[in-house]
């Protein structure tokens, strides 16, 4: 427990913490004011309860063992001392992020890894120019964290093969699902493929070829299902006799079905309309009701997690 590990206090630092703690790590949260922390600390509290009584709280200690790894911290200097990790959780902006990457530098010794929650922003803008840009490393997590286990970790240019390294440890230790990117790209990979799926059913809504409620239903109840156990790539595998026999079999479909993808969406118009109307007639957007269907939809994630836990244990 020697270790400790510092976040921010927003939504996706509490569920940072909560991930950490899980895993039996000693964590200090820290942010500016301290009446953020205090709540933040309750309401992790609450969430761990929660968690609790619905059977779905990770890792092996009780609520009162995780939460006595968190501890606050409103001064900077005070929260890195004797961190060997620490993740940032600021918001999706750039200055912000710089700044905070540039007091850190300044404060940190040479062993501790800078990892940044970031889900846009590249490696090369964030961290260029530190002196310690051989320890720093995008950590990339998926809403809600606590559930969705994939960590996407991508380095600078110049990041260390042994800051990778350790962050891969790291991640796979408090029970993420790390995946390593060999070099930075725009959008990461999760983007990229969840872009290409949106961009995709969005052009098939607006050329009027599905209703938006079926094109979903394709996808929750047809590729998504696979999807949760299988990637792609395997799922070709098993639809062949192994890759080389599927594309044998279906590359000149595929290429011909490719080939009438239309350009990229501007994601404005009347297919915006067309879509808002019916999500909203489903899940009306105020606050309250988009609140309920989160909570549902993290109760599936947590239930879906488990079934996978144990699946993977048989």
Same mark, same amino acid.
């Given at each position: 427990? /020697?270790?400790?590990?510092?976040?921010?206090?927003?939504?996706?630092?509490?569920?940072?913490?909560?991930?950490?703690?899980?895993?039996?790590?000693?964590?200090?949260?820290?942010?500016?004011?301290?009446?953020?922390?205090?709540?933040?600390?309750?309401?992790?509290?609450?969430?761990?309860?929660?968690?609790? &009584?619905? @059977?779905?709280?990770?890792?092996?200690?009780?609520?009162?063992?995780?939460?006595?790894?968190?501890?606050?911290?409103?001064?900077?200097?005070?929260?890195?001392?004797? /961190?060997?990790?620490?993740?940032?959780?600021?918001?999706?902006?750039?200055?912000?992020?710089?700044?905070?990457?540039?007091?850190?530098?300044?404060?940190?010794?040479?062993?501790?890894?800078?990892?940044?929650?970031?889900?846009?922003?590249?490696?090369?803008?964030?961290?260029?120019? $530190?002196?310690?840009?051989?320890?720093?490393?995008?950590?990339?997590?998926?809403?809600?964290?606590?559930?969705?286990?994939?960590?996407?970790?991508?380095?600078?240019?110049?990041?260390?093969?042994?800051?990778?390294?350790?962050?891969?440890?790291?991640?796979?230790?408090?029970?993420?699902?790390?995946?390593? $990117?060999?070099?930075?790209?725009?959008?990461?990979?999760?983007?990229?493929?969840?872009?290409?799926?949106?961009?995709?059913?969005?052009?098939?809504?607006?050329?009027?070829?599905?209703?938006?409620?079926?094109?979903?239903?394709?996808?929750? &109840? @047809?590729?998504?299902?696979?999807?949760?156990?299988?990637?792609?790539?395997?799922?070709?595998? $098993?639809?062949?006799?192994?890759?080389?026999?599927?594309?044998?079999?279906?590359?000149?479909?595929?290429?011909?079905?490719?080939?009438?993808?239309?350009?990229?969406?501007?994601?404005? @118009?009347?297919?915006?309309?067309?879509?808002?109307?019916? $999500?909203?007639?489903?899940?009306?957007?105020?606050?309250?009701?988009?609140?309920?269907?989160?909570?549902?939809? &993290?109760?599936?994630?947590?239930?879906?997690?488990?079934?996978?836990?144990?699946?993977?244990? &048989?």
């Amino acid at each position: 427990l /020697a270790d400790t590990y510092f976040l921010f206090s927003g939504l996706i630092g509490r569920s940072w913490a909560m991930v950490f703690a899980a895993g039996g790590l000693k964590v200090k949260l820290y942010d500016i004011a301290q009446q953020q922390l205090t709540s933040a600390l309750e309401n992790i509290r609450k969430q761990m309860k929660e968690l609790e &009584d619905s @059977g779905f709280l990770k890792g092996t200690l009780s609520v009162e063992q995780q939460l006595a790894l968190i501890s606050i911290c409103t001064d900077l200097t005070a929260a890195v001392e004797g /961190a060997t990790f620490i993740q940032e959780c600021t918001p999706e902006n750039l200055e912000l992020k710089k700044k905070i990457f540039g007091q850190l530098d300044l404060i940190v010794g040479d062993n501790v890894i800078l990892s940044s929650s970031t889900s846009c922003l590249l490696p090369s803008k964030l961290f260029t120019g $530190l002196k310690h840009v051989k320890q720093c490393i995008v950590s990339h997590p998926v809403n809600p964290p606590y559930f969705v286990p994939l960590v996407e970790i991508v380095p600078h240019p110049e990041t260390d093969p042994s800051t990778t390294e350790r962050t891969y440890a790291l991640m796979k230790k408090i029970g993420q699902s790390p995946v390593k $990117l060999n070099r930075e790209i725009e959008g990461f990979v999760l983007n990229r493929l969840q872009y290409a799926v949106i961009s995709e059913a969005w052009r098939l809504v607006g050329e009027g070829v599905v209703s938006p409620t079926d094109l979903d239903l394709v996808m929750s &109840d @047809g590729l998504g299902m696979r999807y949760a156990f299988i990637g792609p790539l395997e799922t070709m595998h $098993l639809n062949a006799e192994g890759i080389s026999n599927y594309c044998e079999r279906y590359c000149e479909g595929m290429r011909l079905v490719l080939s009438t993808f239309g350009p990229v969406p501007e994601f404005s @118009g009347e297919t915006e309309q067309k879509i808002n109307q019916a $999500l909203s007639e489903k899940i009306p957007s105020v606050p309250k009701v988009l609140d309920a269907r989160r909570k549902w939809r &993290d109760e599936c994630l947590a239930a879906l997690a488990k079934l996978k836990k144990e699946i993977k244990s &048989d």
